[in-house]
């Protein structure tokens, strides 16, 4: 379990250890994450991984969906952010030949 500084509790913590589960919670002291990220390959790869699913993320909720979903019902606002998903993966995959054309034009010079 992968998680931001605002999981980080006695209780979680207690949870995941009677689950025997990797516990990635985020320390609230930046002293103890920096040591723990040095220390802790697997922490701080998991770290990062959850760094690029927020951004991804908040590209989804500030471009594509504008904000937040506005329609009404939970089967509405999974229909949106659904559409949503689809625009996003579609503008991802229209820029592939562009990102390529610039890196191949990036080593030719």
């Not at 999981?7 to 994450?33: I, M, T, V, W």
């Not at 990220?37 to 760094?51: L, P, V, W, Y």
């Not at 991804?56 to 969906?65: A, E, P, S, T």
Request: glycine fraction near 8%; include cysteine; charged fraction near 25%.
């Amino acid at each position: 379990m992968i998680t931001d500084r605002g999981f980080n509790s006695k209780a979680n913590r207690e949870y995941l250890a009677e689950l025997n589960h990797f516990k990635g919670l985020c320390p609230r002291d930046p002293a103890q994450l920096g040591k723990r990220s040095k220390n802790d390959e697997a922490f701080a790869a998991g770290q990062r991984r959850r760094a690029q699913t927020e951004g991804r993320i908040g590209i989804l909720q500030n471009v594509f969906l504008g904000g937040r979903p506005r329609a009404k019902g939970f089967e509405h606002r999974q229909t949106q952010v659904t559409w949503a998903v689809l625009a996003h993966n579609l503008w991802v995959l229209a820029r592939l030949p562009w990102i390529e054309d610039q890196s191949e034009q990036a080593l030719a010079v």
